[in-house]
């Protein structure tokens, strides 16, 4: 059982630059979120989804995108890389948002911005 | 404005010892508490959780209180052994909002 997956788990970007995170889950959970933790901080949100077709923004989603097409997936956008986003990006699941159930982390990608 | 706050960066505890981790919070609409546990290169992990409508959840060696007048909630850990040791985040949940929100984690270290 992979649970969520993401990739990759390293990546180097200049200034400017764009690229995408992937983030999958198989274990059918409707509620998907993005956080980043950077150095001595705990995990912000950057955006979540409560379901196939459902975004929202969570606490830092300036410079980001997402989109949920599938229950699967939840890939995570940087439009234009800037230093600032330099960080470990960790994507998580869990069967419902608004429950108090556990979420299921990723083991993090970590982005360093040039 | 941090809602929840783990004031204690780092905490070290001989092994067989107890460890207590703290977590206080100031946003009174969580209605769900819990404790993550996180090694390096490695995602956190779900560990304990507890509903505010209870005062107390316990899981073999992993305790969790919560004392909602003082917005406050602490993890007892008995007996602590070295593989304990990682960083704890304290999250808390608005299920009306569908959010949770994290503490910046205590780095708990255990000697043998």
């Known amino acids: 059982n992979a649970g969520v997956t993401q990739t990759p788990k390293f990546q180097v970007l200049k200034t400017g630059q764009s690229m995408t995170l992937q983030c999958a889950q198989d274990?059918?959970?409707?509620?998907m979120s993005w956080y980043r933790q950077d150095p001595g901080m705990g995990l912000r949100l950057i955006h979540y989804?409560?379901?196939?077709?459902?975004?929202d923004q969570g606490e830092v989603p300036n410079g980001y995108n997402v989109s949920r097409s599938t229950t699967e997936d939840f890939p995570l956008r940087l439009l234009s890389a800037a230093p600032s986003q330099t960080s470990v990006y960790f994507c998580?699941?869990?069967?419902?948002?608004?429950?108090?159930?556990?979420?299921?982390f990723g083991d993090g990608t970590r982005l360093s911005i040039l | 404005d941090q809602q929840v706050k783990q004031n204690s960066p780092s905490l070290s505890v001989q092994e067989g010892r107890i460890s207590i981790l703290n977590c206080d919070y100031t946003?009174?609409?969580?209605?769900?508490f819990l404790w993550y546990k996180k090694y390096p290169a490695e995602g956190p992990t779900f560990l304990i959780s507890?509903?505010?409508?209870?005062d107390k959840n316990e899981d073999g060696r992993f305790t969790v209180f919560l004392n909602k007048s003082a917005k406050h909630l602490s993890l007892h850990i008995v007996p602590s052994q070295p593989g304990d040791s990682a960083v704890y985040f304290c999250a808390a949940i608005n299920t009306n909002a569908g959010k949770s929100t994290f503490g910046d984690g205590t780095t708990l270290t255990v000697k043998p």
């Open positions: 998580a699941s869990s069967p419902h948002g608004g429950s108090g159930q556990p979420q299921h």
């Open positions: 946003n009174s609409m969580f209605d769900y």
């Open positions: 507890i509903s505010s409508i209870k």
């Open positions: 989804s409560v379901g196939a077709g459902i975004t």
């Open positions: 274990m059918n959970h409707e509620y």
